[in-house]
């Protein structure tokens, strides 16, 4: 069966990432059967980190805060997350299934595809963003 989304569930959740006045920075996209829907949402990136566990794959779009004292902006990351116990045939659809994603979740600086929980670290997603970034006015303080 071919894997769907619920495009106006989804695009509502990633509407609230997106809104620099909310507090929800996360929200996940997971599977209900062969349908992609939204998953939990929250306000702290280590609760984020709690829901990629070993066994499930998803979707997820963060957004950090990056810049200086001077500036801060908004900075978004679309994460796929597959676990180490994932089955193979799951870890290939999740591949093609994440065009579906992209329908929806269209603006992002960078795209991660991890397995590896040290990968989720937020200075390691934080740093990568910066680099995606280009320009670094913040050079003079390293």
């Excluded at 990056?66 to 597959?82: E, N, Q």
């Excluded at 065009?99 to 929806?104: A, F, G, H, I, N």
Aim: with cysteine; charged share 30%; net charge negative.
């Amino acid at each position: 069966m071919a894997t769907r989304i619920d495009k106006e569930a989804c695009r509502e959740a990633y509407n609230l990432v997106r809104d620099d006045g909310s507090a929800v920075i996360w929200v996940t996209f997971r599977y209900d059967g062969a349908t992609i829907v939204p998953g939990e949402q929250g306000a702290e990136y280590q609760h984020f980190v709690q829901q990629c566990t070993d066994d499930v794959r998803l979707f997820a779009f963060v957004r950090f805060t990056t810049g200086d004292a001077m500036s801060k902006r908004s900075k978004f990351a679309l994460i796929t997350w597959i676990g180490e116990n994932v089955s193979g045939l799951q870890r290939a659809k999740t591949g093609t299934d994440k065009t579906l994603v992209k329908e929806v979740v269209q603006n992002f600086a960078k795209e991660f595809v991890i397995s590896d929980r040290k990968e989720l670290e937020e200075d390691f997603i934080k740093n990568e963003l910066k680099k995606a970034g280009g320009v670094n006015y913040d050079a003079q303080t390293e």
